[in-house]
């Protein structure tokens, strides 16, 4: 009668499946379905800032790759990588052996944005009633979008708009509340103390955005344009 020798770790398998007991990868390779779901996770960690609905779809990793199994897996997008639309993961593994792949993924960012209500002539000065809501997939649309109304009313049409068009940063122009050589007001804020100095605006800026002013000991002092040319300083 011929004899069959079984090894030490095909008995275990054999125990195992006999025994209805979970059966471990015997390769010591790597988990890819799991490493996919990390991805996936990554970057829902990542998009927790973005506006509307996001989802996160990551590639299949190519199962033909033997990966060592890793006990400390690091993640990062690569230089110049976006976290929405079509995008790549970095995945290194620092141990016990070093191994790095690169794990595509589309992140989807569903979300309400702007578009023209109507017709916007060049110069007009953006109101509520100028706008109008629609909703898609911001990784589609170009870069700059207007979410809220409150990003775009106060601005200036830069170039005329048909109606329905997406509203995108460089198409509406902020309005400068201080203009260089203007002079102004410094006001410079602390705990239990306000202090106000006239000073002379080095250059243009809209509500809220940072500016640089020339006060009268020469000194160049930087703060925030409000209206009525006021500059605010707080510490």
């Given at each position: 009668?011929k ?9 275990a398998?054999l ?10 990868a015997?390769?010591?390779h790597?988990d ?8 996936e996770?990554f ?23 033997k990966?060592a199994?890793?006990?400390?897996l ?10 929405w639309?079509?995008t790549?993961?970095g ?10 792949i690169y794990v595509q ?6 979300a309400e944005y ?6 916007l ?12 809501k629609?909703?898609g ?6 870069p ?11 601005r ?30 410094l006001?410079?804020?602390g705990?239990?103390f ?7 605006a ?16 020469g ?5 925030l ?11």
């Open positions: 009668m004899r069959v020798y079984i090894t030490g770790r095909i008995a398998l125990i195992a499946c006999l025994c209805g007991m979970p059966v471990l015997a390769s010591g790597q890819l379905t799991q490493l996919r779901v990390q991805v996770q970057l829902l960690s990542q998009s927790a800032g973005l506006p509307g609905k996001v989802s996160v779809s990551a590639a299949a990793v190519d199962s033909r790759l990966l199994s890793c006990d400390n690091q993640m990062s997008l690569p230089p110049g990588s976006k976290i639309g079509r790549s993961v995945v290194r593994c620092n141990a016990p052996q070093v191994w790095t993924a589309n992140v989807q960012v569903m702007l578009i023209a209500a109507g017709p002539a060049q110069g007009h000065i953006i109101t509520e009633q100028d706008l109008a629609s909703q997939d911001l990784a589609k649309l170009p700059g979008v207007f979410t809220d109304a409150n990003q775009a009313v106060g200036a049409v830069y170039v005329p708009l048909s109606a329905g068009t997406v509203l995108r940063q460089e198409m509406l122009r902020i309005l400068p509340v201080v203009q260089q050589g203007q002079k102004v007001v006001n410079t804020i705990e239990g306000r202090v106000s100095a006239e000073g002379t080095l250059s243009n800026a809209g509500e809220g955005q940072r500016v640089k002013v020339k006060v009268g000991n000194q160049v002092v930087s703060g344009a409000r209206q009525g040319g006021l500059i605010e300083v707080i510490f």
